[in-house]
């Protein structure tokens, strides 16, 4: 039986935890996100909220849709502020993160 992708990252994701990031990338010459200069990004703000990913990606998706929010934006649940990346975290001594 042929396993269907979508289902299989959305499982993976439900695994991983962590918490909303607001991060400002560097900028091209045309003004657009330069992923190849990812070092160069800042770290503007750390979410409270603790959640899933799949509930992170759930959050961006019914916000989109509900509340108008630009593409890949997420409004924080206990504070309100605006996060545009996840960061995963993993509790301290677990051996599978290491």
Request: net charge negative; charged share 20%.
């Amino acid at each position: 039986e042929d396993a269907n992708p979508s289902d299989w990252l959305e499982n993976v994701m439900r695994l991983l935890f962590g918490r909303p990031l607001r991060v400002s990338l560097p900028l091209d010459p045309f003004g657009r996100p330069d992923f190849a200069d990812a070092w160069s990004a800042v770290c503007l703000g750390l979410s409270s909220d603790h959640m899933t990913c799949a509930d992170y990606m759930n959050l961006a998706k019914s916000q989109k849709d509900e509340m108008d929010c630009p593409s890949g934006v997420v409004i924080g649940p206990s504070d309100r502020a605006q996060y545009n990346a996840f960061l995963v975290t993993s509790p301290p001594g677990d051996a599978d993160a290491a």
